[in-house]
């Protein structure tokens, strides 16, 4: 993979009032996507507000390509429903990350990614310097659905000895 730039952690926080797609509730998952690659989170039963507090894992490699969401109701003996969908672009932290931080407080806001109508962010997303690394927080609003955010959080993960993002080209 000689395009290989590094590893981005995407941390699914938990759903925020996610449509019913069953009776009283839905039994939610959530599928990342970038490019040739798809991971998906567990599904949470009968629960419109679920908590995942799970760390998916991307191969970047190219830094301009969407990350897609796609959050889906489980039902056993029909296809799943769909409870919609949502993206976002990491320019502006693959931007932060070549800034090469350092003696910065830990918890300084770097910048603020307003939404737009680019993104599906719900309100402004923070990035910002803690304990060393590159944060970015985010709630994104469900497109295609009546209602529902996903809150998310991104970090990269330096591989040591590798020719990434934060090497001198």
């Known amino acids: 993979m000689e395009n290989f ?3 981005l952690r995407v941390n699914v926080l938990r759903g925020i009032n996610l ?3 069953d009776t009283r509730s839905s039994d939610p998952y959530i599928i990342v996507k970038m ?3 798809k991971l998906k989170t567990s599904v949470v039963k009968k629960n419109v507000n679920p908590e995942w507090n799970e760390e998916l894992t991307l191969s970047i490699t190219d830094p301009n390509l969407p990350i897609k969401l796609e959050v889906y109701d489980r039902d ?3 296809p799943d429903d769909k409870m919609g969908d949502a993206e976002f672009d990491i320019k502006t932290f693959v931007q932060v990350l070549r800034m090469r931080l350092q003696n910065i ?3 300084t806001v770097i910048t603020k990614v307003k939404p737009n109508r680019q993104n599906c962010l719900a ?3 923070p990035i910002t310097w803690e ?3 590159v944060i970015q927080h985010m709630f ?3 497109r295609n659905v009546e209602c529902g955010e996903i809150e998310l959080q991104l970090q990269w993960i330096e591989i040591p000895g590798s020719r990434g993002l934060l090497c001198d080209s």
Do not use: I, M, Y
Request: proline content about 4%.
């Open 5 to 7: 730039l590094g590893l």
């Open 19 to 21: 449509a019913k797609r």
């Open 105 to 107: 407080p830990s918890g």
């Open 131 to 133: 304990n060393d690394k």
């Open 35 to 37: 490019d040739n690659q």
């Open 76 to 78: 056993k003996f029909t």
């Open 140 to 142: 994104l609003r469900l």
């Open 123 to 125: 309100e402004e997303s």
